[in-house]
């Protein structure tokens, strides 16, 4: 299916190893004054500065984390970044430079690997991160894309998932669920599409929901938000697994319980019109899907007002003790227990 959407296949053995590193980074240039020296050494050079350092990988793999059947490669090589950046801005701190190593089978065209890098490109524009070097090497099938993402903070400003405390209000960036449920309509249609190759996909009406899940965006605004109203936030994760989970991590390190009510939990209407259409429940696809890149954080109840004015934010709930655990308010006013593994609407009632 690949080779079909382009005009040409040229063999990666036609540039060879070399070739095709000096293909894929030609037309990156360096923004970030702290990198030295990008790719075509034997190592990349970060100019030390006075504060910390964050790093932060992710390996993504054909067939497990991507579908080559649905995922343009361009949006793919955005998405890799963009997961990345996303766990440097939930510890408050600013992506600076990332690194790309790529493991690709024959099956990938030089037409491929360059859509894949224009994505790649699109995101270091628009984050202002440098490609500042990788790897690259064959695979006997499929394609695997690691990143590494650094970042920079004054040590005052990092936020780790160890400091939330009872009585902190717990705060995300926006919608919840969105994603899930762009890969549930993804993987409908590539059912259909495998018993019925000759049907057209229904994906225009769909938008939203798929944009969620193939080109998601990194909260850069939530932390330059912060830094402008100068404040810091307790705790911070971003949202990969699910608000449950997350929030579970949260929890677990700050020893502390937390509520979440389940009105104030912010749902796209697409992400509850689409839910109820595959027969789920929207709130359990806004806690339990994941991929979202929402931040979840804890404030202090003293910077309550300092929120007040940013941007995109929702209350959704407050930080406990941690005897009390983790809980959903419904509602209709009732209290359940709310594990990672999976919360049901309909068995609990
Ligand atoms: P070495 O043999 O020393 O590992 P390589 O030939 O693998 O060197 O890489 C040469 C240069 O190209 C290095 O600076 C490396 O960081 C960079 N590079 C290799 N692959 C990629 C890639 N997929 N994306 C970006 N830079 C790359
Ligand atoms: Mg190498």
Redesign the pocket.
Known sequence: MEKSIYQTHTDVNTLG??GL?DH??KDFSLQQRTSLKG????A?VIQNVSGATVVSTDMLVEGIHFDMMYTPLKHLGYKAVVVNLSDIYAMNATPTQI????AISSKYSVEAITELYEGIAQACRFYNVD?I????TSSPKGMIISVTALGQADPADLVYRNGAKPGDILCVTGDLGAAYLGLQILEREKQIYLSHPGVQPELEQNQYLLERQLKPEAQRGAIEYFRKVKMKPTAMIDVSDGLASDLMHICKQSNVGAFIEEGKVPIHPDTENTAISFHLDPITCALHGGEDYELLFAIDESDLEKIRFMPEVFIIGEITEAADGLKLHTTGGNIHNLTAQGWNHFKEK
Do not use: H, M, Q, Y
């Open positions: 190893e070399f590193i894929i980074t790719p075509g050494d034997d990349a690194t790309v190593s790529i490609l070097g990788g790897d690259t």
